[in-house]
């Protein structure tokens, strides 16, 4: 424990997240043994019905689909481009996920389309599409198994912990372990090669940086990329698990040293998530320094940035408050009422580090990593260009209960968008990342 938060010791740290919130030894086990084990409801913001749009608008239930496979998917058997399929956020793959989608095709062709473990439900048609970010949130039911506790000691962690959160008003709100990649934790990693201009090692990272937890064929085909500069011979043995990287190494057989236009072949929000997930790494370091010095999650200290909620409960980043000598009292109590939260650089193209201790911890991590502002202007690569913004540093959870089960326990909530089920599940848990 350093301060008044608990350190964590595990493959978490790598990424950023180094401490807990809760100072409570966790049950261990892991969460996603079978799908089922986590299930995902979108909170969602539905277009309004309009007869004849030009959007189709539907529920999609997909059981262990990552989204922008799953994209893939159904734009193969729709016959459409993906970038005709619109959805508001990625979802977990190994999980039961219900999500709205769009997609710019006739109604009746998505009628038809029958596909092993994805349910289409709820069809009309809208005048507009669905795009990121448009969804207010997430609930969640999941269930932790083989647990490392006896069974007679969760009900007190359980207990222990949710009065921990409660009484805080939330959780840490790091970027959870499916930002980077549970099993492959690389995608940070190629966001930074990209920051960095090495376009050429952006690829070969997320193509053939392999993982102690792949097997098979996957781990089979990124050590032969690994170990090659002619990649011809390569592709065809390549399992379809690796779509994306297919994508990436036919184009440098196309196109021999054309790194950066590799990385353009792949989906635009792939593309925005590798240099998004280095900015979520910065931020959880950020995060992780400001626990270390003890500082409070649910209160601001002098050259704060506090963001107000709207009537929606939506943070209002256009109107930013700087928590000064004349009005820390005034906001303090914003804060303390859930009005407003504090928040912490998402460092970008546009940033600007704030004063006091806060700024000093952001200009520490800019200073060790070696970067600029300017570094996240990608030339040629429009969409890993990023301004960068600013992010909660607690992240307020709704309707949560947990109860004990056969095997384990299970745990419901509701969190608002962007926000990870998983960094609240590990101040129960705290297991290895891989568990996650």
Not at 30 to 37: L, M
Not at 159 to 176: K, L, Q, R
Not at 188 to 197: A, D, N, P, S, Y
Not at 335 to 347: C, K, M, P, Q
């Amino acid at each position: 424990m350093i301060g008044r938060y608990r350190e964590c010791r595990t493959a978490e740290a790598d990424v950023g997240m180094s401490f807990y919130l809760s100072d409570v030894d966790g049950t261990g086990g892991r969460i996603k043994k079978e799908p089922e084990d986590f299930v995902v409801d979108e909170i969602s913001d539905r277009p309004k019905h309009a007869d004849g749009g030009r959007f189709v608008i539907a529920d999609v239930t997909s059981r262990n689909w990552e989204t922008n496979r799953l994209v893939r998917l159904l734009s193969k058997n729709l016959g459409i481009s993906r970038e005709k399929i619109g959805f508001a956020g990625t979802k977990d793959k190994r999980a039961v996920t219900t999500q709205l989608m769009s997609f710019e095709c006739p109604p009746d062709r998505l009628q038809k389309m029958d596909l092993k473990d994805v349910e289409i439900r709820n069809q009309y048609t809208a005048k507009r599409g669905i795009q990121i970010g448009d969804l207010v949130g997430n609930s969640f039911r999941i269930k932790i198994t083989e647990c490392d506790t006896s069974e007679e000691k969760i009900p007190d962690i359980l207990d222990a912990v949710s009065s921990v959160v409660n009484e805080n008003g939330g959780f840490p709100n790091y970027f959870g372990v499916q930002r980077f990649g549970v099993i492959r934790p690389i995608t940070h990693k190629v966001g930074e090669l990209i920051v960095r201009g090495d376009f050429e090692g952006a690829v070969r990272c997320y193509v053939s940086c392999p993982s102690p937890f792949e097997f098979g064929e996957t781990a089979h085909a990124r050590k032969s990329l690994s170990e090659s500069e002619d990649w011809s011979d390569l592709l065809n043995g390549m399992p379809d698990s690796l779509s994306f990287e297919k994508l990436m190494v036919r184009h440098m057989i196309s196109y021999p040293d054309d790194w950066k236009g590799a990385i353009g072949e792949l989906p635009k929000n792939l593309q925005m998530m590798f240099v998004h997930a280095y900015q979520s790494y910065l931020f959880n370091r950020m995060l992780s320094k400001r626990m270390k010095r003890g500082l409070p999650l649910g209160g601001p200290v002098l050259g704060d940035t506090v963001i107000p909620l709207d009537s929606n409960r939506i943070p209002q980043h256009e109107n930013p408050i700087v928590a000064a000598s004349g009005n820390i009292d005034l906001v303090s109590r914003q804060v303390r009422l859930g009005r407003a939260f504090v928040t912490i650089s998402l460092f970008g193209s546009e940033s600007r580090i704030i004063d006091g201790e806060m700024g000093e911890i952001e200009r520490s991590v800019i200073g060790e990593e070696g970067i600029s502002e300017r570094d996240f202007m990608i030339p040629g690569l429009p969409h890993c260009s990023s301004k960068g913004s600013r992010r909660e540093i607690l992240c307020p959870v709704a309707d949560l209960t947990h109860s004990t089960a056969a095997g384990g326990y299970n745990l419901s909530f509701s969190l608002s968008k962007g926000n990870y089920a998983t960094c609240l599940v590990r101040e129960y848990m705290k297991s290895e990342m891989n568990k996650y």
